[in-house]
């Protein structure tokens, strides 16, 4: 299975309402989840299985989709969200990441 | 407080060996499957290999199928990967994780630890 997020590059500012997509080459279920990492840092997990938050993690994000088709949502840009996301997908074989999509101040 | 930290990576020759290391805390570690993730640097996350709590398990990538091996010490909470026959693309940071949920060998990662790098170069 393969993992397509768009964009790659986002450039938003503080306060906007931001959506990251992540497309599966094949159906996956609810099996995504997404994950912010900053410069230096390991990720952190931020939604599973599709829409379920992470505890501690900030009600701005969420995220939907199921199927081949999932979405990231961030509303309402904190400073300390600009950094990368990936989704990831898992099965009974191996663990598959897209791309990333990087978020930037603009 | 769940606490991850990686250790024993440097610069190695094609060809040669290291052991990285991963040091847990704060959870029942025989509880939890563990895994390892790389990041070649300016790029993507790349799954290398997992293991169950009791290590009767283990799964790999494709990319080090053969030449890298998965342990643990439960009685140390220690996560092991053994890396032989390295090779330049095996440059990266590598990430040790939790699996989120007890028994389990797949699963989503939560959480992880800083990172160690390998570099793989003459």
């Known amino acids: 299975i393969q993992l397509t997020q768009s964009p790659s590059f986002l450039s938003a500012s503080v306060g906007d309402r931001v959506t990251i997509t992540c497309r599966a080459s094949?159906?996956?279920?609810?099996?995504l989840a997404w994950y912010q990492q900053k410069p230096g840092k390991g990720p952190m997990l931020l939604v599973y299985?599709?829409?379920t938050l992470q505890s501690g993690v900030p009600s701005r994000f969420s995220g939907s989709g199921s199927g081949t088709d999932f979405t990231l949502t961030i509303s309402g840009l904190q400073p300390e969200d600009f950094a990368t996301y990936y989704c990831?997908?898992?099965?009974?074989?191996?663990?598959?990441f897209g791309q990333g999509t990087r978020l930037e101040i603009k | 407080e769940v606490h991850l930290l990686e250790s024993g990576g440097g610069l190695v020759q094609p060809g040669g060996s290291l052991r990285l290391s991963c040091a847990a805390s704060?959870?029942?570690?025989?509880?939890?499957?563990m895994t390892w993730v790389r990041q070649a640097p300016g790029k993507g996350l790349e799954w290398v290999s997992t293991?169950?709590?009791?290590?009767?398990?283990?799964y790999y990538s494709d990319s080090v199928k053969g030449r890298f091996i998965i342990s643990r010490d439960n009685a140390n909470n220690i996560l092991y990967l053994q890396m032989d026959s390295l090779r330049a693309d095996d440059t990266a940071v590598y990430f040790c994780?939790?699996?989120?949920?007890?028994?389990?060998?797949?699963?989503?990662?939560?959480?992880w630890g800083q990172g160690t790098l390998v570099t793989v170069s003459s």
């Open positions: 994780a939790k699996l989120l949920g007890p028994s389990r060998v797949w699963d989503w990662f939560d959480p």
């Open positions: 990831q997908n898992f099965n009974s074989f191996s663990t598959t």
């Open positions: 293991i169950s709590g009791f290590g009767s398990a283990t």
């Open positions: 704060g959870f029942t570690f025989s509880d939890y499957g």
């Open positions: 299985s599709t829409s």
């Open positions: 094949q159906g996956i279920s609810t099996y």
